[in-house]
T-cell receptor, first 114, second 112 residues
Framework: NAGVTQTPKFQVLKTGQSMTLQCAQD?????MSWYRQDPGMGLRLIHY???????DQGEVPNGYNVSRSTTEDFPLRLLSAAPSQTSVYFC?????????????FGEGSWLTVV | TQLLEQSPQFLSIQEGENLTVYCNSS?????LQWYRQEPGEGPVLLVT?????EVKKLKRLTFQFGDARKDSSLHITAAQPGDTGLYLC????????????FGTGTRLTVIP
């Protein structure tokens, strides 16, 4: 089973460049989310979606955009990358809502902004 | 933001020792989850505790949810090198889309 697939695994960007982190899941999960992980801060929620066509902001949404045109895909867009966005990004999905359901994480995308 | 503080942040112990990791918050959560994360991978769910005061055991790991559903602990008995990893607690919000709020993490190293 593929589960949650993230691409790319590693990326180096220059300040001001734009890029999209891709996330796809093949489990027909309604809920998908993006987190960033920084040393000593755990994982912080960027954006989430409870179904196709529905997105909402998490704890740290500034500088990021998302869309959910299909159930399977939930891309994260950085419109103008900044060094503060250097981080490890994780996509996650679950059936229904996180409460009471197992959340599956992708393997992560390492992003460096120089 | 619903903050969860974990302690200790780093823990290095000898094989066979016992340890406890704490996860504390001022917020009440509908449930609390514990994850373990290996280098280069995403977090993997270990357990979910739902009821205040609940205790769950997973082999040598014992998880407890505080009576007020604001805190939790993870106790490992007779630690093994295979227990090495980053342990994360995550509180499930009572409101909205039941989003997860993660703790700061405890990095455990078990020395053979």
């Amino acid at each position: 089973n593929a589960g949650v697939t993230q691409t790319p695994k590693f990326q180096v960007l220059k300040t001001g460049q734009s890029m999209t982190l891709q996330c796809a899941q093949d489990m027909n999960h309604e809920y998908m989310s993006w987190y960033r992980q920084d040393p000593g801060m755990g994982l912080r929620l960027i954006h989430y979606s409870v179904g196709a066509g529905i997105t909402d902001q998490g704890e740290v949404p500034n500088g990021y955009n998302v869309s959910r045109s299909t159930t399977e895909d939930f891309p994260l867009r950085l419109l103008s990358a900044a060094p503060s966005q250097t981080s490890v990004y994780f996509c996650a999905s679950t059936s229904g809502l996180p409460s009471g359901n197992t959340i599956y994480f992708g393997e992560g995308s390492w992003l460096t902004v120089v | 933001t619903q903050l969860l503080e974990q302690s200790p942040q780093f823990l290095s112990i000898q094989e066979g020792e016992n340890l406890t990791v704490y996860c504390n918050s001022s917020s009440v959560f509908s449930s609390l989850q514990w994850y373990r994360q290996e280098p280069g991978e995403g977090p993997v769910l270990l357990v979910t505790v739902v009821t205040g005061g609940e205790v769950k055991k997973l082999k040598r790991l014992t998880f407890q949810f505080g009576d007020a559903r604001k805190d939790s602990s993870l106790h490992i008995t007779a630690a093994q090198p295979g227990d090495t990893g980053l342990y994360l607690c995550a509180g499930v919000s009572q409101t909205g889309a039941n989003n997860l709020f993660f703790g700061t993490g405890t990095r455990l190293t078990v020395i053979p």
